[in-house]
C-alpha cells in the first residue's frame, strides 16, 4: 500500500472520528451540512491572483484556526466555537482524504500531498 494511501486512510478515519465527537455533542446536523463547504469560499482569493489565493486557501485549510477556535470552546465551554471548529476540521480532513493539500503559490492544482509518492 503506498503512504499517499495511508495518509487518505488517516484523514477518512480523523472526519469519521470528528463527524462522531459532533454527533456525540448533540449538534445540529442541519449546521453541518450548511457550513461543512464553507471554508471553500477561501478560493476566492484566486480571483485576484495564484499567490493570495494560496494564502487565503492554506487560511482556510490550515489546523492552526480551528484548533485556536476549538480550544476557546473548550476552555469557555461554549458550544459555538466547538460546533465551528469541528465542521472546519471535517472540512479539512475530507478535502485531505480526497487529495486536496495546502496549495503552493505556483498553481492551484500543485499541493503539499502531490509531494508524497
Known amino acids: 500500500m503506498s503512504l499517499r494511501k495511508i495518509i487518505s486512510i488517516e484523514y477518512i478515519l480523523a472526519f469519521v472520528i470528528t463527524v462522531f465527537f459532533y454527533g456525540h455533542l448533540n449538534f445540529s446536523w442541519l449546521y453541518f451540512i450548511v457550513f461543512l463547504l464553507l471554508p471553500d469560499i477561501t478560493m476566492v ?48 480532513f475530507l478535502d485531505r482524504a480526497l487529495g486536496y493539500g495546502l496549495k503552493y503559490e505556483d498553481a492551484f492544482k500543485k499541493t503539499h500531498l502531490q509531494q508524497i509518492a
Open 45 to 92: 482569493g484566486y480571483l485576484i491572483n495564484t499567490k493570495v489565493g494560496a494564502l487565503f486557501y492554506n487560511m482556510g485549510h490550515s489546523f492552526v484556526l480551528p484548533a485556536m477556535i476549538m480550544a476557546i470552546g473548550l476552555l469557555t465551554t461554549t458550544s459555538i466555537p466547538l460546533m465551528a471548529a469541528l465542521i472546519w476540521l471535517a472540512h479539512i
